[in-house]
């Protein structure tokens, strides 16, 4: 008996809406969500990363356990089909559990299986640091600078 295709990663709008379902659901059902998705022999590769399945699966479920439901949001920009790879460029935000917002930058790329499950995703993330109060990013590594008194000039 074959099994028919899924098409979610043919179009912008359903894409994103997977993509952004990997961080919702019951943490209990991350396998089962993220099955209909990502084909068995799934590997995400990132800078810190090169997970199978079951990893993807164990950090998945440990996001869902660890950020508030919803916290994680993904908008993509661009988006681009060809056969069965697909590439994107996409920013997220995350809501952290102590309310600091971190933003990204993401350019994913991507080959589906025939079924239209993802075989494998490579990613290449540039972190924004976090959302000051203006508004604008932070870099983690940049203190802002706070005046004191106590500096005294020359």
């Known amino acids: 008996m074959a ?3 899924t098409t979610f990663s043919d179009h912008r709008e359903t894409f994103q809406a997977a993509l952004n379902s990997f961080f919702s659901g019951k943490p209990e059902e991350t396998e089962a969500d993220l099955a209909r998705l990502c084909h ?7 800078e810190n990363e090169d997970l199978d399945f079951t990893g993807f699966v164990r950090h998945m479920r440990w996001l869902r356990e660890n ?6 949001s993904l908008t993509i920009t661009q988006f681009l089909v060809d056969g069965n790879q697909r590439a994107d460029r996409h920013s997220s935000t995350t809501v952290m559990p102590d309310g600091k917002v971190r933003g990204a930058e993401t ?6 299986a025939d079924d239209g ?3 494998w995703v490579r990613e290449h993330v540039m972190r924004l640091g976090y959302k000051g109060p203006d508004g604008s990013w932070i870099k983690d590594d940049e ?3 706070v005046p004191t008194d106590d500096v005294k000039e020359n």
């Open 40 to 46: 068995p022999t799934f590997r995400l590769s990132a």
């Open 3 to 5: 099994c028919s295709r």
């Open 143 to 145: 203190v802002p600078k």
């Open 107 to 112: 350019f994913l790329f991507a080959e589906v």
């Open 117 to 119: 499950r993802l075989l």
């Open 67 to 72: 950020l508030p439901a919803g916290s994680v």
